[in-house]
């Protein structure tokens, strides 16, 4: 069974420009959920997708958007990019059954100049 | 707001001793409670899981326990490995739904 994909691996972007970033879930997954890792920090909640729908949001300006396709699979977009974006910005996905963690993916690392 | 976090930043251990990794949290209502490993380069990795209806769990040289009188959380690794140095996070669950909150990370590092 594949893991949770997310690509690109690496993305440079320069400032004011928007990045977008990608992410499949495993497969049966419908949660799709997007964190950011800034370096040497913790994971910070971004956004939480589920059956097409965003379920929850976390206290990140509204630049920071996202969707979750038909099949799952979900997309987060950075607009206005600043120098502070630059971070991994990991996806992962679960299950509705309550009691399971999530599986996380690699990551992306955004690095913005 | 409420928020999991942890009373070490960095922990050294000695090749095969035993380390303990510790984590408070505030949320009495939380009611489900994950480790995760995270090495260089990677996404964090499932550890192990544990309800708040029990107060400990073991794995594979992994052991959770719970202390919801005084809402602390700690992972025990057994005769720990250089394979094992890794950041932990402890992450909690509260109210509807499955979105989970993270503490900031214990660095563990295992000399040889």
């Known amino acids: 069974e594949a893991g949770v994909t997310q690509s690109p691996t690496h993305l440079i972007k320069t400032r004011g420009q928007q990045a977008t970033l990608r992410c499949s879930p495993i497969s049966g997954h419908t949660s799709v959920y997007w964190y950011q890792q800034a370096l040497g920090l913790g994971l910070q909640f971004l956004l939480w997708y589920d059956e097409g729908e965003e379920r929850n949001r976390g206290n990140f300006p509204p630049r920071f958007s996202g969707r979750q396709f038909p099949n799952y699979s979900s997309e987060l977009n950075v607009n206005a990019l600043e120098l502070e974006d630059s971070a991994l910005y990991l996806c992962?996905?679960?299950?509705?059954?309550?009691?399971?963690?999530?599986?996380f993916g690699s990551g992306t690392r955004l690095t913005v100049v | 707001g409420e928020s999991v976090g942890l009373h070490l930043p960095t922990l050294s251990v000695q090749e095969g001793d035993n380390s303990i990794i510790n984590c408070a949290y505030s949320n009495s209502a939380s009611d489900y409670f994950i480790w995760y490993k995270q090495e260089s380069g990677k996404g964090p990795q499932f550890i192990i899981d544990i309800r708040s209806n029990m107060d400990k769990r073991q794995g594979q040289r992994v052991t959770v326990l719970l202390n919801k009188t005084v809402k602390h959380l700690s992972l025990q690794i057994a005769a720990t490995q250089p394979g094992d140095s890794a950041v932990y996070f402890c992450?909690?669950?509260?109210?509807?739904?499955?979105?989970?909150?993270f503490g900031t990370g214990t660095q563990l590092k295992v000399e040889l």
């Open positions: 992450a909690e669950r509260t109210g509807g739904g499955n979105k989970l909150t």
């Open positions: 992962a996905s679960s299950s509705r059954d309550r009691g399971y963690g999530y599986t």
